[in-house]
């Protein structure tokens, strides 16, 4: 699943509210019986947990700072491999 996917509780007939703020377009949805069909194990939730716990305080990087890290590597990285 792509980092867009959203997870919904579902009862099979009424339009869930998570749906309606989705705009318009395709969407791949499959069912999933519990957290563990995710393959994630205990240590990885708990992981996450904290992670969510430290943005919700702040500590997070913002997007554009990720994004421009990324580049400047990549773009280290591919120069690289074009003169070797």
């Known amino acids: 699943m792509s ?6 509780d579902w009862n099979g007939h009424d339009l869930p509210p ?9 969407y791949a949805i499959e069912a999933i019986e519990s957290v563990e069909d995710w393959g994630l194990t205990p240590e990885r939730i708990t992981g996450l ?9 702040g500590e997070g ?4 700072t990720v994004h421009d ?7 280290e990285v591919g120069g690289r491999s074009k003169t070797g």
């Open 3 to 8: 980092n867009a996917a959203k997870v919904i």
């Open 49 to 57: 947990e904290a992670a969510v716990q430290a943005h919700d305080r």
């Open 18 to 26: 998570e749906l309606a703020a989705l705009p318009p377009g395709r």
């Open 61 to 64: 990087i913002p997007w554009e």
């Open 69 to 75: 890290r990324l580049r400047q590597r990549l773009a």
